[in-house]
C-alpha cells in the first residue's frame, strides 16, 4: 500500500486514495512540525485502494477531530512539504534546508536520512519499499534504489523548481515545474535516468498532474496571463502525452490540484472556493457549491482533494475541511483546532 502526502504553502490537511489494493483499517499521518496519526476503522474502508495522498496546508501543529488523532514528533523544527508511505510502518517525509526523514516505526520514531543537498524539496514518492523519488528547488531530482540509504541526483533538464513528483511504476513517472509566467511537465520512462519535455507552457503555470494508466491523464493550472492569472488551464491526453487538448471550463481562478478515481471520473480545484466535477473524462465540468455564503473566505484557495470511495470526498482550504458522502450533493465543514 503506498502512502502519499502533500504539503503546499502552510495551509490544513488532507488524502487521497485510488483503487486496487484491500484495506479493512490503515493509519494516516499528517505534519508540519510535528506528525499527527489516526487509524481509521474497519467501515471506512468499503473499497479497495492502492494509493492514499494526503495534503498538509498548515504551519502551525494541527489537530483534527477525525476518529482519534494522535501527536508525533518529527525531531526537527524544519518546515516539511511532504510525505510518503509504502505500508503502515515505513515512510519518508521531506522539507526544508533539503531534509529526509524516514520511518520504520509507523512514525513512532524518525530518522535523518543523508540527501546530500541543503535546497527545499517539495515532494516525495515511493513506489516500493526500495525505489522513490524526492523533488525541489532548481530541477532537483533525487532518487534512491535501497530505501533512501543513499541518494543519486537524477539530470532534469531544466532549473526550474519542481513543485510536484508523480510515478505510476518503478519506470514511468512525471514532473510539475516552474516560475513565473512558465510552466513545463516532465516524463521519464526509464525510471528518471532521462527526463523529457513533455509539455512546455509559456502562458501561465502547470501546477498539478494525475494520470491514471499510461496513456490517460490530466495537467491543470492557470492560463492567459491576463490581469492576476484569472484564467484556469486543464489539459487532457488519452495518448500517452503525444497531443493534449485544452478542456474548456465556465469559471476563474487558477486551478491547483487534479485527482480522477478512473479515465471518466474526476476532480479539480483551486482559488475563488472553485471545485469542478466531471463523469465524462473532462469534456464537461461542473461547478460544485461547497459554502453557501463564503464571504470573504471565498478569497481562500482549495489546495487539496482526497476521496476514498465513490461517495466520500474530502476538500481541504485555509481554515477548513469539507466532506461529502454522496459524491458532493451536499457538505458539510469542520474547522481544525491548533
Not at 69 to 98: M, P, T, Y
Not at 115 to 125: A, C, F, H, I, Q
Request: with cysteine; aromatic share 10%; charged share 20%.
Amino acid at each position: 500500500m503506498l502512502v502519499n502526502w502533500r504539503y503546499i504553502q502552510k495551509i490544513p490537511i488532507y488524502f487521497t486514495p485510488q483503487p486496487q489494493m484491500n484495506m479493512k483499517s490503515e493509519r494516516l499521518w499528517i505534519f508540519n512540525l510535528i506528525l499527527i496519526r489516526t487509524i481509521l476503522g474497519p467501515d471506512t474502508m468499503k473499497k479497495s485502494f492502492n494509493k492514499w495522498s494526503l495534503i498538509l496546508l498548515t504551519q502551525i501543529p494541527l489537530v483534527v477531530h477525525a476518529q482519534g488523532w494522535r501527536l508525533q514528533e518529527s525531531g526537527v523544527d524544519k518546515i516539511l512539504n511532504d510525505v510518503c508511505f509504502v505500508d503502515s510502518l515505513r515512510g519518508w517525509v521531506v522539507g526544508h534546508a533539503g531534509i529526509i526523514l524516514h520511518t520504520i516505526a509507523g512514525g513512532k520514531t524518525w530518522m535523518v536520512q543523508p540527501g546530500g543537498t541543503n535546497k527545499t524539496l517539495s515532494s516525495v514518492t515511493f513506489v516500493d519499499t526500495l525505489r522513490g523519488w524526492a523533488v525541489g528547488n532548481t530541477g532537483l531530482i533525487l532518487h534512491t534504489e535501497d530505501g533512501g540509504q543513499s541518494w543519486d541526483a537524477q539530470s532534469s533538464g531544466t532549473d526550474l523548481s519542481i513543485s510536484d513528483v508523480y510515478f505510476l511504476n518503478k519506470d514511468h513517472g512525471w514532473a510539475v515545474a516552474g516560475k513565473g509566467t512558465r510552466g513545463i511537465l516532465l516524463e521519464t520512462r526509464n525510471g528518471g535516468d532521462t527526463w523529457q519535455k513533455a509539455i512546455d507552457w509559456n502562458s501561465g503555470a502547470l501546477l498539478s498532474v494525475h494520470f491514471v494508466d499510461d496513456s490517460v491523464g490530466w495537467v491543470v493550472g492557470t492560463d492567459r496571463l491576463l490581469d492576476n492569472f484569472n484564467d484556469p488551464l486543464i489539459l487532457h491526453t488519452a495518448d500517452g502525452g503525444k497531443t493534449w487538448q485544452e478542456q474548456p471550463v465556465s469559471t476563474t481562478g487558477p486551478l491547483l490540484k487534479v485527482v480522477f478515481r478512473d479515465r471518466f471520473s474526476g476532480w479539480t480545484a483551486g482559488d475563488l472556493l472553485t471545485v469542478l466535477k466531471t463523469t465524462d473524462s473532462g469534456n464537461t465540468w461542473d461547478s460544485i457549491n461547497i459554502e453557501p455564503d463564503p464571504g470573504i473566505v471565498a478569497l481562500e484557495p482549495i489546495k487539496a482533494i482526497s476521496f476514498i470511495d465513490e461517495s466520500n470526498i474530502w476538500l481541504a482550504r485555509w481554515s477548513k475541511i469539507h466532506h461529502s458522502n454522496d459524491n458532493g450533493a451536499t457538505w458539510s465543514s469542520r474547522v481544525p483546532s491548533p
